[in-house]
Structures are given as C-alpha cells and as structure tokens.
C-alpha cells in the first residue's frame, strides 16, 4: 500500500494532489523488495584509468623522494664518520653524530619535561629501532619482523591487551574472565565471533585450545591477521598460560618505508620518562634481547642498526649507543648462510618453540618479582 503524489497542471498554476494506490509505480518498483522493504542504491564505481595512473605516479613519485633522501642520508653519515669534535663548541651538521647512553639520553628529556616547560614526566619515553633488511641476495629483504615479549618492567600505565580464549570447557569460563580474559567460552564463543557479535576494536587476540583447531579455521574471514594458529603461539594445551602470556606480551611489528626495503622501523615503549633508570634499563636490554633472538636467519651483517630516543611532546631526539644494551651479539656466519630461496615462515617454524619458551621464562620471571616485592 503506497501513495503516490500526482503534479495536476490545471489554470497555470500547480496544484499537488495524493492519489491513493495500492500498486507499485514504475519509478519506485526498482527501490523495493518484497513487502515494502527499502532497497539501498549501491554505487557502481568503475575503475579510472586516469585516475589509476596519477595515484601510481604520485606513489612511485614518493618512492622516489624516499629513496633519495635515505642514500643522501648515508652519504652524509660516511662522510662524516670518524670526526670527533675537539671542543665544547661545534656545528652538529659538521660532525658524527654522538651517541648517548641511555642515562644521559633520559636526564636530556626530563630537562625539557619540566612542569615549567611540556610538563610531561609521566609521558612514554619511545625508541625507534631501524633494522637492517637485508638477505645475502641484492634483489631479496625480509619484508617484516615480528614477534612477542613480556617486559620485567610491565606497562601498566599502557592500555590492556583484550583476550578471547577458546577453551576446552565452556564450565571453565568463569576461571578465564577472572583471570583477566575479555570473554571466554567453547562453541557459544566461536558461533559468536562468526555472528559477528564482537566488533574488531573490542579485542586485540584470541588464544584457543587444539581441540577447536578444525571450527576455528573457519573464521579467517573474519578474524583475519588475529587468527590462532601453531605458528604464532595461539594454539596450545595450556590455555591458561597462553592467556597469561598474550595478555601481559608486548607485540612487536616492523614498518616499512616505501621506496627503501633496506630497513625497518620499529617503535617500542621503554616506560614513563619518571620511572627509575634501572627500569628503564632493564626493559630495553629485554627488548634488544628479543629482537636479535628472533630475527631471521636470512640476515647478513648486524639487525639492529641503530637507536632514537624521544619522548613526545618534546622534540628532543637523541641517538643511543645500542651497543652497551645488546648482550647476545650477532649469530654465527653458519646461521646465516641459507638457501636464498627459502620464505620467511620457514625460519618461524623454527623459532615457534623458542619464542613460546621464551615468553613462559619472562612470565616466571614477573611472577617471582612480584612475590619478593609483596
């Protein structure tokens, strides 16, 4: 049942009249399912070509810049290597960069961190890692670098990480969320999730049991990148601990830049720039650790290339000597020497088992601190 609005042209002037109709009009039939229901217009876009080629050109334009301006930037720094001010007094662009240790580099930022200045002590103090991405073949890079850690200095001012935990026995749900699980469940969860009942920014992993292996494979669609597989460490007997250790990890993730493949950029959080050095210390030789004891075995020369710290607002940024904080060196040349056409998963089969054991080793750890502190 419709009314449809009729225009009567009648003495030069318009008069609008409602006509009552039970039948659908021509020019409305199209808009219309079954029942009267709104069918909503779809746009139809069609790929432009002109528009396709100025997007391309304007991202190889990017690549470009990029490139140039990280090869002037090398340049610059092999010129400049081995020249050593003799004065107090000097022109930074003239010389080699100084490297601070952490302590100095710390004390630096509190200096414009003051209540009188930015007014931010309690602010994240973060380090961008670059990270060498180069394989014994030219044309070959890692793509990217990942991984997880559980700090000895937890980040509790940081936001928490929210778990869903597929468990073996739905009885067991009330155990999980007490143990600081977002949700938790058996098959109710899983049929949840493939509804569609959890939005994507609700949650930041999910950790199942083995025996939901074959029903959990079914939601890559949705769960995508945060699917639980052997592989990541998100699958495993134990969901408890794989709870305890996803849900106090750090994750790791490389960024690329475009047009350089050479290197990665890595962002972590040390901890607030009030914290004591030693907690700063000690989170910052757990992150380096961690770094070269996953990295890949495909690389060739040193991993982590280089250090800056930083503490936002301030635009203070200061090179670290990475060398006094990384204890475990480079791996052996016979580690990397591999078959260049190996993929990167082949090298995280490997280590699945080490990381896991890894994280288990820091999470003991925490637990001890915890109880000699109480």
Not at 100 to 115: D, G, I, K, T
Not at 335 to 363: A, K, Y
Request: hydrophobic letters at 30%.
């Amino acid at each position: 049942m419709q009314f449809r609005k009729v225009i009567c042209y009648s003495y030069a002037h318009i008069q609008p009249t409602l006509i009552y109709s039970s039948f659908r009009s021509l020019s409305t039939s199209s808009q219309l399912f079954k029942h009267q229901q709104q069918r909503y217009r779809e746009a139809k876009v069609t790929v432009n070509e002109k528009s396709k080629s100025r997007r391309d050109a304007a991202r190889e334009l990017l690549m470009k810049t990029n490139r140039t301006k990280w090869e002037k930037e090398m340049a610059q720094l092999n010129v400049l290597k081995g020249r050593i001010p003799t004065s107090d007094t000097y022109l930074i662009s003239e010389f080699e960069p100084k490297k601070y240790s952490l302590s100095e580099a710390v004390e630096l930022l509190r200096e414009s961190a003051q209540p009188d200045m930015y007014d931010c002590m309690d602010n994240p103090v973060r380090v961008k890692v670059t990270l060498n991405m180069c394989t014994k073949k030219k044309t070959r890079f890692i793509p990217k670098f990942e991984s997880n850690l559980v700090l000895p200095n937890l980040l509790d001012f940081m936001p928490a990480r929210r778990v869903l935990v597929i468990c073996q026995n739905s009885d067991d749900r009330e155990a999980y969320l007490t143990a600081g699980a977002y949700d938790a469940g058996g098959s109710a969860l899983i049929q949840r999730i493939s509804q569609g009942h959890y939005h994507w920014g609700e949650y930041d992993t999910v950790v199942a049991h083995q025996s939901w292996e074959s029903q959990v494979t079914k939601l890559r669609h949705i769960l995508k990148e945060r699917l639980p597989t052997i592989k990541n460490g998100r699958f495993g007997e134990d969901v408890m601990k794989l709870m305890s250790i996803h849900s106090n990890s750090i994750q790791l993730e490389s960024t690329s830049i475009d047009g350089v493949p050479e290197i990665g950029l890595l962002d972590i959080i040390l901890g607030q720039l009030s914290w004591d050095f030693n907690r700063l210390e000690e989170n910052l030789r757990s992150y380096l650790e961690c770094i070269e004891s996953q990295k890949s075995s495909r690389i060739i020369n040193e991993f982590i290339q280089s250090g800056e710290i930083h503490c936002p607002p301030t635009g203070e940024r200061f090179i670290l000597d990475i060398s006094k904080y990384c204890s475990l060196g480079n791996k052996s040349k016979a580690n990397q020497l591999v078959d260049e056409g190996e993929e990167e998963e082949d090298d995280h089969d490997h280590d699945h088992d080490d990381t896991i054991d890894m994280m288990s080793i820091q999470i003991e750890k925490q637990q001890n601190t915890n109880e000699l502190d109480i």
